[in-house]
């Protein structure tokens, strides 16, 4: 088959969206449309994969529209889509993500093309992390609230509507699959864990954090990657880390909105010699980096259903690098955790966190934890996954 992808931004740093598109190029011709390309784009795929990288500059329509209907902001993807179908006669649109899906179904409705719609989130819940309804006056935390509430009401209709043109949904865990079929009274909704490809050989270190830093041998190294915005618990991990001994070390690796917050914190003198911002590395990479630690960080804050509910990419990336990890306690976590014990479960408060990071530090316990990433790896997998996602996509070939 012939598939036109579509993502509503950058693919660079989409793992995902990445892993999809190569698995997808197995055995299908595959066209990505997507948002701010960059020149290392083409690094990512191999040659029957076609880049069509788009603009989308903001100006007052646009944002008119990205806080109302804001499912209607990327319409621009399916006359991409419909000019290129007119010489390559695509089979299949694969949506990523609400954004995506009203352009899908118009590609549909004008081709009669399959269309997948994969859900890596609930779109609706995460737009509270858009609106500020906690910030500012009275006035404008009332305006914000009631804005949040009418662009939910507007998408959950849409969607609603917009799902009765799928012939397939697919979605990233057990929980969020659950969630969809009650919501939508769909029957089946597939899911595919984010995880990393299965690798023959375990990862070499990519670096040695104790010889870089000048820290002595006897140093625990906690870390943690990913972006640095709201909802990962990063505030309440430097608060707990400022309770800990000298000997542990924190390694942020990554940067977002956050980072200034964090770095005028890790200032304060509790915390000016225990934390180290390492800076950005390429997703292929993170595995290496996280290998050379001793206890990975892996939080999400309940902020929104959507969140309650997710899979932490890092939670995978960790178990693959064999590095014991410490979860927050949601439902996503307990059930890898309960499975295969790859570490501790914590409540996000400080001290319990500390807590939870002072009792995982225990040679014994750490070797035990490692040898059970080192199991796991072999069932949460990439190959175990693109297998369910090609096997789901012959089930669509007419």
Same mark, same amino acid.
């Given at each position: 088959m012939h598939i036109a992808v579509l993502l509503n931004g950058p693919v660079r740093h989409d793992s995902r969206v990445i892993k999809v598109v190569n698995s997808l190029a197995l055995q299908h011709s595959v066209d990505l449309f997507y948002l701010e390309g960059s020149g290392e784009d083409r690094q990512l795929f191999p040659d029957n994969v076609r880049l069509y990288p788009h603009r989308h500059p903001v100006n007052f329509r646009v944002k008119l529209k990205r806080h109302s209907v804001f499912y209607r902001e990327f319409s621009f993807l399916s006359d991409a889509v419909l000019k290129e179908h007119a010489a390559q006669k695509y089979d299949l649109v694969y949506a990523n993500d609400l954004p995506c899906l009203r352009p899908a179904v118009n590609i549909k409705s004008r081709?009669?093309?399959?269309?997948?719609?994969?859900?890596?989130?609930?779109? +609706?819940?995460? /737009?509270? #992390?858009?609106?500020?309804?906690?910030?500012?006056?009275?006035? $404008?935390?009332?305006? !914000? =609230?009631?804005?949040?509430?009418?662009?939910?009401?507007?998408?959950?209709?849409?969607?609603?509507k917009l799902l009765k043109s799928c012939d397939m949904m697919i979605t990233v865990n057990q929980s969020l699959s659950d969630y969809f079929k009650e919501k939508y009274g769909l029957k089946e909704v597939p899911f595919l864990l984010n995880c990393p490809p299965l690798e023959m050989e375990a990862h070499p270190a990519a670096i040695d954090y104790r010889k870089t830093y000048a820290w002595p041998a006897g140093v625990t190294v906690i870390y943690h990657h990913g972006n640095f915005t709201r909802g990962k618990g990063l505030e309440q991990l430097l608060e707990a880390v400022s309770l800990l001994d000298?000997?542990?070390?924190?390694?942020?690796?990554?940067?977002?909105? +956050?980072?200034? /917050?964090? #770095?005028?914190?890790?200032?304060?003198?509790?915390?000016?010699? $225990?934390?180290?911002? !390492? =800076?950005?590395?390429?997703?292929?990479?993170?595995?290496?980096?996280?290998?050379?630690?001793?206890?990975?960080?892996?939080?999400?804050?309940?902020?929104?259903?959507?969140?309650?509910?997710?899979?932490?990419?890092?939670?995978f990336e960790y178990i693959h690098a064999g590095l014991p990890v410490l979860s927050s306690d949601n439902i996503e976590n307990q059930r890898v955790h309960k499975r295969f014990g790859i570490g501790e479960v914590t409540p996000l408060e400080p001290r319990s966190v500390a807590r939870a990071i002072e009792r995982m530090n225990d040679p014994l316990r750490l070797r035990q934890y490692r040898e059970a990433c080192r199991e796991a790896r072999k069932e949460l997998n990439w190959n175990k996954q693109e297998a369910l996602l090609l096997s789901l996509i012959r089930s669509l070939e007419r």
């Open positions: 081709t009669g093309m399959r269309l997948v719609y994969d859900s890596h989130e609930i779109y +609706l819940e995460t /737009l509270n #992390q858009f609106v500020p309804i906690h910030a500012g006056r009275a006035i $404008k935390r009332f305006a !914000a =609230g009631a804005l949040l509430a009418f662009m939910r009401s507007l998408g959950r209709n849409a969607e609603r000298e000997k542990y070390k924190l390694v942020l690796l990554g940067s977002g909105t +956050l980072t200034p /917050l964090l #770095q005028e914190r890790a200032k304060r003198p509790d915390l000016r010699h $225990k934390v180290v911002f !390492a =800076g950005r590395v390429e997703p292929r990479q993170l595995t290496a980096y996280a290998s050379a630690a001793d206890i990975g960080i892996n939080f999400l804050e309940n902020i929104n259903l959507s969140k309650s509910l997710a899979s932490n990419n890092k939670l």
